[in-house]
């Protein structure tokens, strides 16, 4: 089981529970599950709203997603699928978790992804914003911050890379932790990738002084420009993770060209059996470990 600082589960019907405005504004109608995981079938620029009311009131709230990479990392990892129960908002960043909806539960989520909707939150916040990137490479990570306070006039509260100690309980991370609760960012950003950034937030949640908190991806190559997001009509029709393959093979080859079939595998599973399926171990993320790697 994960230790005490880990965060504590929030049943489904619990969610206004949570202290966050944005949090009791959801309805059951805005509540979605996908194959154990829980997410909030919100439009973009709800959840961008959301979250700027959130950072303004230095309220804490967390914001994760989930592509079918993650969905099928969750059948067998409890904890991430607490995660997204905990979660304030959790929303579908995919193709693959809309088609598996549809096909499971006869709904289909609204899809957006961080870079679509920060820059929309913090133009809203402008000045009024600190922000503190963790993730990526040093280079890459102190560009994006560069650009963002260019860009929206934002502050930079601080700068880490990925390439440190996540681990539970490491010098490193509570040293990292530290450091951010004295920065005090009304916005954090996290760009360690699935699910190294999930298990993070994870295992770290409870130590965190109030402030959004976002499993962030990409965004930190996005932001610095080092990738370049394709148009949204091909976000559209569904094949945007066909142009990150053809950009980034060598990273994402694995992902897509065995993990896609797995997936579809996965989503039959459910249909056939439903949660009976789902793994009750509760092994603190350590298949997920396995999986890791730094955007």
Not at 198 to 225: F, I, K, S, T, Y
């Amino acid at each position: 089981m994960p230790s005490d600082h880990a965060l504590s589960i929030v049943p489904a019907n619990r969610l206004e529970e949570t202290g966050s405005t944005a949090a009791m504004a959801s309805t059951e109608a805005d509540i979605i599950e996908v194959m154990g995981l829980r997410m909030h079938n919100l439009h973009r620029d709800v959840i961008a709203a959301r979250v700027v009311e959130a950072a303004a009131a230095k309220r804490k709230m967390l914001v994760v997603n989930a592509n079918a990479h993650f969905v099928v990392l969750s059948q067998r990892n409890p904890w991430m699928r607490d995660l997204f129960a905990r979660a304030d908002i959790a929303f579908c960043d995919g193709a693959g978790v809309q088609l598996a909806a549809r096909f499971l539960t006869g709904q289909v989520p609204h899809r957006t992804t961080p870079p679509e909707w920060i820059g929309s939150v913090l133009e809203q916040l402008g000045s009024k914003a600190s922000v503190f990137w963790l993730g990526g490479r040093q280079e890459a990570v102190e560009e994006a911050a560069r650009r963002y306070e260019e860009r929206y006039g934002v502050t930079t509260a601080g700068v880490q890379h990925g390439y440190f100690d996540a681990s539970r309980g490491s010098l490193e991370t509570l040293a990292l932790v530290e450091r951010i609760n004295q920065l005090a960012p009304s916005i954090l950003l996290v760009n360690m990738g699935m699910p190294r950034q999930e298990q993070w937030l994870w295992d770290n949640w409870d130590r965190l002084q109030p402030g959004v908190a976002v499993a962030a991806g990409a965004l930190v190559d996005h932001a610095a420009g080092r990738v370049r997001r394709p148009p949204r009509w091909v976000a559209n029709l569904g094949i945007e993770w066909l142009v990150r393959l053809i950009r980034e093979p060598r990273r994402l080859w694995r992902r897509y060209v065995l993990g896609l079939p797995v997936f579809g595998i996965y989503v039959l599973r459910f249909a056939l059996f439903g949660s009976k399926r789902l793994s009750s171990r509760s092994n603190g993320g350590a298949s997920a470990d396995k999986t890791t790697h730094v955007s």
